[in-house]
Every structure is written in structure tokens, then in C-alpha cells.
């Protein structure tokens, strides 16, 4: 047989799209693979323009896009290597110095930066205490700036001098702002900034002084990431490289939460659209049995009909995936319009990967829903021309669900989500799927025995789900899975992004106190109580360093470049305390118990440093305190709220362990706006206690929380475009039956308000129980995500249960207009056509 070359099939292919292009479940297939493409593109963008923008804005407190920082200079050809790439560079050099005046001495940290810096963010200075800040460049040589409580400890004016080692400098602004400042807990005395220029000069930094150098990079990430692949072979034992990413916890945890719940909303969005192609498909497959038949006739091969019905709905696909990308580059657009005044000024541009990605979604999840009922067309026997009744063998289970797992599990890797979240949520509504399904097949079973007295149009319409309970049950659970996805969503949206704004509070503390000494504690405690309503407890520190785990140097037990391995290169900040810390909450172990003759004393240690350390409970840990050797067994581990902005350890021993060292004190508590003189007043009544304002790391923190909430109020429309494809993707599948049936009855002499009254009583009765199950649903997959995923906890939503009335007007309404075709088609025409 001479086969039909596959230009003439794609040809014939397009001429039957073209003429089937009005066809309804045409257009809905086109529609919800427009919205699975534009949802997943549009996200893609989105995504991963805000995190870069965010990014951006995280690496403001670094100064930079990239550091390269140590204890001495960094060697040339590291410098070099930079350079060669095209980035740009500035230094920064740190360390202590006393400043002196004509009668006063105040140790100062000492910052001495080139001009070109900072590479990210700005720095802000004022002219006198307390007036104006404003944005510019930093000191010129000669000059310095310093911060008010320098001018305050020294008694100083701007234009007074003061020295930095051996060189005189002129002190001209009062500095207010360094983008690199905040969270930098390790230099928190008075702040001085000079130029670079004058630092040999002062002669303070010599072989053996401990000074901090900071090489500042900036630039496109590819080159970034090539720099730091060059760099980290030959890096120095006290060298680092710090970026964005991990230099701040709560901005990390922050872009993680953002990013987790956009993917989400992302799959329940393109998981509706692909509900809506496998209906969609399965109507074009059937209502094409006759027609595949005749072509087979014609002399058409099994392999070939096949064929031309791919190509036709490749067509569709590769059309409706285009302009769902376009759509979705636009939207993406519109809304960092909307966004304009929250996010960066500098915003990444955008890069043709989301669109691909996004074309490639589309792809999958149509090769996914539509091959199985696809398959079928290729079976239909060429009898089918004089015997309708037959039909096509059906395709075996396991090509039906394992395309379709296959395609969720394609769209799962591409958006990365966490393996958490999607057990959660595929376990939790693949058990609510059964479970539901089951407990709607016995009340259709239950409905019968209402039915007797009830009115002709209930009965009819009532009836019509009796006849076929398998099918009924089905819908029901498609329009249940659009309720619930929509449900669930708005729900997440609602309670997740609250309980995130809960935890960063309004009043959450803005400032620390540190160094705080013994004699002065008490005195302290009562001038914040006066000055705040929201203060930490003040909790003793002594610096230490771990340097054993069961007699094993604890540097040949971690890995470079992990958190335990930046533990162990700098001294911890200890403490003791009797009771559990109200944000913390013991993961292993039991809190402190009485101890057994010569037992060592106790430590909790942080879940997430054990876990890189390889600690575990019973463990001994040797430290270095003050000179001296301290062993401690671990007898807990601990999981530790780091957004909280209340003081965190590491490490926290049992009290009578270290009271025998050197302690002093430290808090946080929260300062009004407008009470900066108070603050002057307690920095002058307590002069050797260190106060660290982290506010500018607060109002970036809930500018990301504002962001992510108008992200997901957005994300919320595409949800809801899907949600309708699959509403009238449902009502399309069933409408041919539908219109025989109406045929039937009006020949039989029912009115068409009689028919409208059953449309009306079917589709409430079955939105109605898609309301039940949805609410149902969702209480059980919000149950596993807040239990797992997001490790919250979890309270019964009892506005959910207006999910039933919700579902029967929203599903009656829409059923009711999806089917008027069926009021509207002439009965002659209808049975003629049977």
C-alpha cells in the first residue's frame, strides 16, 4: 500500500483545523492550553526577574555582587582575574583604631574605601546630627565621616579634626547609612569612614594587625560565576567569598518563601489547564470516531489517521503555546508595572528561557492529557461507516495515567518544587480524589429514595446523574478540583503570607544592645523597659571557639565552604540560660535535668549546624573560652526562628558552665520612629554598650512580604482562567448527549422553561456537591501542607463550608450557559441526525 507522504498529511491536517476552528472543544482546548502556557511563562518571568531583582536589592548589604574577604591582601593575580573579565572592582579595607582628641580616646571601627565604592546601593550622610541624610559619594582624602554617637562619645562639631593612627583628618559629615552595615554583628563599635587614600598614612596597618580586606565585585552573574569558579581552587585558608545568596538568613528565607508559593500557584494553574485538554481531547477524539472511520476506508492506515490527528492537534498546541507565551512576556510586564513603586530600580531583563520553558509546559501537558484519548482514533475500525455502534478499543490503563503522571512529573522538575510540597499535595488530593469519590457514588445511590416525591424538573435533572453515577461522579470531581485548587490557593494565599507578616511584626525589635557589662545590667534592663514595651531578655555572651568533637579537631570534620566550616573559623557568641527560648523549640533531646555524678555539663546545639557538623546527642565538644579548655556533651538540639530578630545562639550550655568567664550582655528591643535623642541619651548614660539599629534589614524584609502578596493576588487571576477551561472543558464533553436528550424532550412535549428548570436542579445539585468535596478537599490538603511542607500549625477554616453554595451558583450558572445549544437545537434536526 503506497503510504501518503507526511506534507500532503500535514496539509490536510491544517485545511481541517481551519474548518474545525468554531468547533467548542476546539476552542477550549485552544483556551486552556493558552492559560497553562501563559501561566507557567508569565510566572517564569516573573519569578525569576523578581528574584534577581530581589537579589539585587539583597546584595545592597553586601555592597556588592560578590566578596572576596580575608585577613590579608588579596594576591594580585586574584585581583587581576577580576579584572580581565570586565567587572568592577573596589576595596575596602576594616579594622579597629583608637580615634583620638585633644583630651578623649574612644576605640572606633575604621573603615577606609576607594571611590569607587559601594558597587551596590548608596551611602547616605547628613550635615550636622539629626538633619537630612542624603545619598553621594563618600569622604575625599583628607576627610572623614563619622557617626553621632562617635560625636557624642568625643564631644565633637563637624570641621573638628580627629587622628587615625598617625594621620590628622577633618571630620566633615555625620554618617548615617553604609548599605554594607546591617547584620554585621562583628565590628559594632563607633563607625569611621576614610578614603583609601590616606590609609597608608596612618600607619596603624602593619604585619600581624588584624584587619578585615574586602575586595568588591560587580557585574552580569554568568561572568560572576565564572570569577568564582576561578577563585575557589586557590583560595587562602582565611579567605572567603561571600554573595548575595548567603550572606543574610532572613532575606534568603524570604526570596525561598516567595519563589515556593509562586510554583505553587503555578502548578494548581497549569494542572486545572491540563484537566481542560484532557476532557477537551477526549470530545475531539470521539466526535472524530466517524471520520476516522471513512478515512480508513479511503485507504488510510491505522499509523497514518493517527498521525494526521497529532498533526492537527500539534498545530493547535504549537499555536496556542506561541501566543500563550506572548501573553505571558506581556503580563509579566504589566505586573512589575504595577509593582514599579515596591521593587528596584533596576530590574534584570528578561531572557527567552521562561517563554521556552513555557512553550515547552504547554507541550508536555498536551502530549500528556490528549495522547491517551488520541490513541483511540487510531483503533476505530472502518465498519464504524455502517455500524456506529462500534467503537475503538480503548487504550490500556497504564497508557492512560502513565502519560499523564509522566507529564506532572515533566512540569514538577521544570518548576523545581519541593519534594515536600508536591507529596503534600498530590498524596493529599489523590486521597481526597478516593475517598470523596467514594462517599459522592453512595449519596447519588442515597439521592433515589428522595426522588419519588419530588418535582418533574428534580427528577429529570437528578435523574440524569442516576443514570450514569460513574460519570456524574467524575464531573463532580473536576468542577471539586476547581473549587479546591481556587480554595486552596486563596487560603494559602490568606493564612501563609499573614502567619509570614506575624512573624515579622510591626513592633519586631530594631535594635540591639551588646556589651552590655555585669555591673550595668540592671540599670540597662530598667531604662528599656522605660524607653520599650518589646524587649528581649538579656542574655549573657562569651565568646568561644569549637575546636574538638570527641577529641577530633573539628576542622578535619566538615566540609569547606559549610556552615559548620564557617562556625568553626571564628569565635561563637555562648550564653547559658535556664529556660527554653520562646523561638526556639528542641528537635532531639530534653532540656536541661539533673545532673548524675561527674556527668559533664549540658549544651543544645542548632539542628541545622549539627546536622553539618555531624553532631549528635551524647556527643562530647571541646571549646576554647577565654584561653582556657571547656568540654560539654550535647543534650538537645535545637530548631532556631532566625527571622525573629530576637538574640539566637548556636550554642547554649546549662547554667554554672561558663559563669566562671568574662560575660557581658546583649538584647533587642524595639524604638519608635521619633526617639533617636533617647537613643543618644542611653548611648551616653551606658558609653560601653554597643547599639546596632537593624531597621533598614526590617523594611526590606516587609518590602519583600509586600511584593510576594501582590505576586499572588496576581497569579490568582491565571488560576482562575484555568479553573473556567476546565468548567466549560466539562460542560463541552458532555454536550452532545445533551442535545439528544433536549431533542428527546421537547419532541415529547417539554416546554423549554421545563428544561431550563432541569439544567438549573442538575448543575445546582452537582456544583453543590463539588462545594462539599472541595471544602472537604482542601481541609485535608491544607491539613499535610501545613503539617509538612510548611511545618505550621494548622486550625479547621469554617468559611470553607460556603464553598457548596459558591459551587451551585458558580457551576449551575455556568452549566446552564455552557448548555444552551441544548435548548436552542431543533428537535426534527437532532433526531434526523441520529
Given at each position: 500500500m503506497r503510504r501518503v507522504p507526511i506534507r500532503r498529511l500535514a496539509a490536510l491536517a491544517f485545511r481541517q483545523l481551519l474548518r474545525d476552528a468554531r468547533a467548542g472543544e476546539l476552542r477550549v482546548l485552544f483556551f486552556a492550553l493558552l492559560i497553562a502556557v501563559a501561566a507557567s511563562t508569565a510566572i517564569g518571568y516573573f519569578g525569576a526577574r523578581l528574584n534577581d531583582a530581589m537579589q539585587l536589592r539583597a546584595s545592597e548589604f553586601l555592597g556588592a555582587d560578590l566578596v572576596l574577604q580575608g585577613s590579608a591582601e588579596a594576591q594580585p593575580q586574584q585581583i587581576e582575574a577580576g579584572r580581565q573579565l570586565g567587572l568592577t572592582h573596589a576595596r575596602v579595607v576594616e579594622f579597629s583604631s583608637v580615634v583620638a582628641t585633644d583630651d578623649k580616646l574612644q576605640l572606633t571601627s575604621v573603615k577606609a574605601a576607594d571611590s569607587a565604592y559601594p558597587l551596590r546601593g548608596e551611602l547616605r550622610s547628613a550635615a550636622a546630627p539629626y538633619e537630612q541624610e542624603t545619598p553621594g559619594p563618600g569622604p575625599r582624602p583628607g576627610e572623614a565621616?563619622?557617626?553621632?554617637?562617635?560625636?557624642?562619645?568625643?564631644?565633637?562639631?563637624?570641621?573638628?579634626?580627629?587622628?587615625?593612627?598617625?594621620?590628622?583628618?577633618?571630620?566633615?559629615?555625620?554618617?548615617?547609612?553604609?548599605?554594607?552595615?546591617?547584620?554585621?554583628?562583628?565590628?559594632?563599635?563607633?563607625?569611621?569612614?576614610?578614603?583609601?587614600?590616606?590609609?597608608?598614612?596612618?600607619?596603624?596597618?602593619?604585619?600581624?594587625?588584624?584587619?578585615?580586606?574586602?575586595?568588591?565585585?560587580?557585574?552580569?552573574?554568568?561572568?560572576?560565576?565564572?570569577?568564582?569558579?576561578?577563585?575557589?581552587?586557590?583560595?587562602?585558608?582565611?579567605?572567603?567569598?561571600?554573595?548575595?545568596?548567603?550572606?543574610?538568613?532572613?532575606?534568603?528565607?524570604?526570596?525561598?518563601?516567595?519563589?515556593?508559593?509562586?510554583?505553587?500557584?503555578?502548578?494548581?494553574?497549569?494542572?486545572?489547564?491540563?484537566?481542560?485538554?484532557?476532557?477537551?481531547?477526549?470530545?475531539?477524539?470521539?466526535?472524530r470516531f466517524d471520520a476516522s472511520a471513512l478515512l480508513r476506508c479511503l485507504g488510510l492506515s491505522r499509523r497514518e489517521t493517527l498521525l494526521l490527528y497529532a498533526l492537527q492537534l500539534g498545530l493547535l498546541g504549537a499555536l496556542a503555546s506561541v501566543v500563550g507565551a506572548l501573553l505571558g512576556w506581556g503580563a509579566q510586564h504589566g505586573l512589575f508595572y504595577l509593582l514599579r513603586d515596591v521593587l528596584a530600580q533596576e530590574i534584570p531583563p528578561a531572557t527567552l528561557w521562561p517563554a521556552l520553558a513555557g512553550i515547552a509546559t504547554g507541550l508536555v501537558a498536551l502530549a500528556g492529557f490528549a495522547l491517551p484519548p488520541l490513541a483511540a482514533l487510531g483503533r476505530v475500525p472502518p465498519l464504524r461507516v455502517l455500524r456506529r455502534d462500534l467503537l475503538p478499543v480503548p487504550p490500556s490503563s497504564w497508557l492512560v495515567y502513565g502519560t499523564a503522571i509522566l507529564a506532572l512529573g515533566l512540569i514538577m522538575w521544570r518548576l523545581s518544587l519541593d519534594l515536600k510540597i508536591t507529596l503534600a499535595l498530590l498524596g493529599g488530593g489523590l486521597l481526597a480524589t478516593l475517598l470523596l469519590g467514594g462517599l459522592l457514588l453512595l449519596g447519588l445511590r442515597g439521592l433515589r429514595r428522595l426522588l419519588a416525591g419530588a418535582a418533574l424538573s428534580w427528577r429529570l435533572g437528578l435523574g440524569q446523574l442516576l443514570r450514569h453515577p460513574l460519570a456524574a461522579a467524575g464531573q463532580s470531581l473536576a468542577f471539586g478540583l476547581i473549587l479546591l485548587a481556587m480554595a486552596l490557593i486563596a487560603l494559602l494565599r490568606g493564612e501563609l503570607l499573614d502567619t509570614w507578616q506575624d512573624q515579622l511584626p510591626q513592633d519586631a525589635p530594631n535594635h540591639f544592645a551588646l556589651n552590655v557589662l555585669p555591673a550595668e545590667k540592671d540599670a540597662f534592663a530598667a531604662r528599656i523597659a522605660s524607653l520599650s514595651t518589646v524587649a528581649a531578655p538579656l542574655y549573657p555572651v562569651v565568646p568561644g571557639r569549637l575546636v574538638a568533637i570527641n577529641d577530633e579537631p573539628v576542622r578535619q570534620l566538615v566540609s569547606k565552604d559549610s556552615q559548620g566550616d564557617r562556625a568553626v573559623r571564628r569565635d561563637l557568641s555562648l550564653t547559658w540560660s535556664a529556660e527554653l527560648p520562646a523561638d526556639n523549640h528542641l528537635t532531639a533531646g530534653t532540656w536541661w535535668q539533673p545532673q548524675a555524678a561527674q556527668q559533664l555539663p549540658g549544651v543544645s546545639v542548632e539542628a541545622e549546624l549539627a546536622e553539618s557538623l555531624g553532631v549528635q546527642l551524647g556527643d562530647r565538644l571541646t571549646f576554647s573560652v577565654g584561653g582556657l579548655s571547656r568540654d560539654a556533651q550535647v543534650t538537645s538540639l535545637r530548631e532556631v526562628n532566625w527571622d525573629s530578630f530576637q538574640p539566637n545562639f548556636y550554642m547554649i550550655f546549662e547554667p554554672g558552665t561558663l559563669q566562671d568567664m568574662p560575660v557581658t550582655y546583649m538584647t533587642s528591643f524595639y524604638l519608635p520612629p521619633g526617639k533617636e535623642r533617647e537613643l543618644v541619651e542611653l548611648a551616653r548614660a551606658f558609653p560601653a554598650t554597643t547599639l546596632l539599629q537593624v531597621e533598614a534589614l526590617l523594611a526590606q524584609l516587609r518590602s519583600i512580604l509586600t511584593q510576594v502578596s501582590l505576586a499572588v493576588e496576581y497569579v490568582l487571576l491565571f488560576v482562575l482562567a484555568a479553573g473556567l477551561a476546565v468548567l466549560f472543558a466539562g460542560l463541552q464533553a458532555t454536550l452532545d448527549e445533551r442535545i439528544r436528550q433536549g431533542a428527546l424532550l421537547r419532541a415529547l412535549g417539554a416546554e423549554r422553561s421545563l428544561l431550563l428548570r432541569v439544567r438549573r436542579a442538575e448543575f445546582g445539585m452537582l456544583g453543590a456537591a463539588s462545594g462539599v468535596l472541595a471544602a472537604l478537599g482542601c481541609e485535608l490538603v491544607s491539613a499535610l501542607l501545613y503539617r509538612f511542607a510548611f511545618e505550621l500549625p494548622w486550625q479547621p477554616h469554617p468559611w470553607l463550608f460556603l464553598l457548596p453554595l459558591l459551587g451551585a451558583l458558580l457551576v449551575g450558572g455556568a452549566g446552564v450557559l455552557g448548555t444552551r445549544r441544548a435548548l436552542d437545537a431543533s428537535p426534527l434536526g437532532v433526531l434526523r441526525e441520529g
Open positions: 565621616w563619622a557617626e553621632s554617637r562617635l560625636l557624642t562619645a568625643l564631644e565633637l562639631e563637624i570641621g573638628d579634626l580627629i587622628e587615625v593612627g598617625d594621620k590628622s583628618l577633618r571630620l566633615t559629615r555625620v554618617l548615617t547609612y553604609e548599605p554594607d552595615r546591617v547584620g554585621d554583628f562583628y565590628s559594632l563599635t563607633p563607625r569611621v569612614l576614610m578614603h583609601m587614600d590616606d590609609l597608608a598614612a596612618t600607619g596603624v596597618v602593619q604585619p600581624g594587625s588584624r584587619v578585615r580586606y574586602r575586595e568588591l565585585w560587580r557585574g552580569p552573574a554568568e561572568t560572576l560565576a565564572t570569577y568564582r569558579q576561578q577563585l575557589e581552587p586557590g583560595l587562602l585558608a582565611h579567605q572567603r567569598i561571600e554573595t548575595a545568596g548567603d550572606s543574610n538568613r532572613q532575606i534568603g528565607g524570604a526570596l525561598g518563601r516567595a519563589e515556593r508559593y509562586l510554583n505553587l500557584a503555578s502548578l494548581a494553574a497549569i494542572l486545572l489547564a491540563g484537566v481542560a485538554v484532557a476532557l477537551s481531547a477526549a470530545r475531539f477524539a470521539a466526535r
